[in-house]
């Protein structure tokens, strides 16, 4: 017995070529979402940038602004506690936001250097080791800076109002210092692959 014989119905596959498997979106080189992020970066830098001139300038300024009958209210969000603007607390403050701003317009100046080599095309320089390294102490720093000023202020400058901050707090800040470490050496690594692969060709 013969089976009959199956006919055509028109339906053909569509042929894939390499174009088509390839990510809508890049990740490194011109175009890519690095350099869309580079954008991202610019701007923010140049923002903060203008922040951290004019709190220098606040801050240099406050060494003439008069403060006579000038009162500050600490609070944490619950209880407030009023008390006389001195100029050292004018000072100190003033610092510690210059000092705080200036240490993530440094990181932003590393962040937009290494996503310039990414929207080249060529990550694993030896420069983006150190410059990683360099944000990860500059976030240290910062971290630091910030966990002494508050236990400053919650035990000096208000007492019973503002709580200093725990070592449960540093876990995140921690946390992300690390990540930014064990970055450095990923980097370090490729550039040393890519270093040997030039010598092998």
């Known amino acids: 017995m013969r089976l ?6 028109g339906i053909h596959a569509p042929r894939l070529t390499g174009a088509d498997l390839r ?4 990740t490194l080189g011109p175009g890519s979402v690095s350099s869309l992020l580079k954008i991202a970066l610019d701007v923010a830098y140049v923002l903060l940038a203008l922040i951290t ?6 801050w240099v300024a406050s060494v003439f602004i008069p403060l006579d009958n000038i009162n500050v209210t600490v609070t944490d969000g619950d209880n407030g506690r009023q008390m006389p603007l001195t ?6 403050g ?6 705080y701003f200036g240490g993530f317009l440094m990181i932003l100046r590393g962040l937009r250097k290494i996503f310039r080599t990414l929207t080249l095309g060529d990550p694993f320089q030896p420069d983006n080791v150190r410059r990683l390294r360099q944000i990860g102490l ?3 720093v910062v971290t630091g800076g910030v966990w002494m000023a508050q236990g400053l202020v919650a035990a000096r400058l208000a007492p019973g109002v503002m709580e200093p901050q725990g070592v449960s707090d540093l876990l995140t800040p921690v946390f992300s210092i690390l990540v930014v470490f064990v970055l450095a050496e990923v980097f370090r690594e490729g550039a040393r692959l890519r270093r040997e692969s030039e010598l092998t060709i």
């Open 94 to 99: 003033v610092g510690a936001m210059t000092a």
């Open 23 to 26: 990510p809508p979106l890049r």
């Open 53 to 58: 001139g004019v709190l220098l300038l606040l």
């Open 4 to 9: 009959p014989k199956l006919t055509s119905i």
């Open 138 to 140: 500059i976030l240290a």
């Open 87 to 92: 100029r050292p607390l004018l000072l100190f």
